[in-house]
């Protein structure tokens, strides 16, 4: 079963740094197109990063841009979400999702992807 699974969420203070993880059950990060996206209460699911099935190629959302870097560790089979100089609006639950093969774009929707994680949580204290 594709799973992605998500953890490394929590309590950070503004301008600080976190580092999710987005372990790849049942799948492999060499044929599988990776992404977080986040959502915040009362807001659409949107897309923040994400990076290639070959690992060459990666994109970004505008507001998280120069801040957050995605990466993964194929041996590992995992993905990762860099979050720097987090700001009060960073807050969201953060998502991992896949979707086989495919192409990155920094305009994606969440219908792009077919398997989602549970999702993990990240609070931003001032």
């Known amino acids: 079963q594709v799973q992605p699974v998500e953890s490394g969420g929590g309590v950070v203070q503004a301008g600080g740094s976190l580092r999710l993880s987005c372990a790849a059950s049942?799948?492999?990060?060499?044929?599988?197109?990776m992404a977080w996206f986040r959502q915040r209460p009362g807001k659409e699911r949107e897309f923040v990063a994400a990076?290639?099935?070959?690992?060459?190629?990666?994109a970004y959302a505008d507001s998280v841009k120069g801040r957050f870097t995605i990466s993964r560790d194929v041996a590992k089979n995992t993905v990762y979400l860099q979050m720097n100089s987090l700001k009060p609006e960073d807050p969201a639950v953060y998502y991992c999702?896949?979707?086989?093969?495919?192409?990155?774009?920094?305009?994606?929707?969440?219908?792009?992807?077919?398997?989602w994680g549970q999702g993990t949580p990240v609070t931003v204290s001032s």
């Open positions: 999702s896949g979707k086989l093969l495919g192409t990155v774009t920094a305009i994606s929707s969440p219908n792009d992807y077919n398997y």
């Open positions: 049942g799948f492999a990060l060499i044929t599988y197109t």
């Open positions: 990076i290639s099935y070959s690992g060459g190629s990666t």
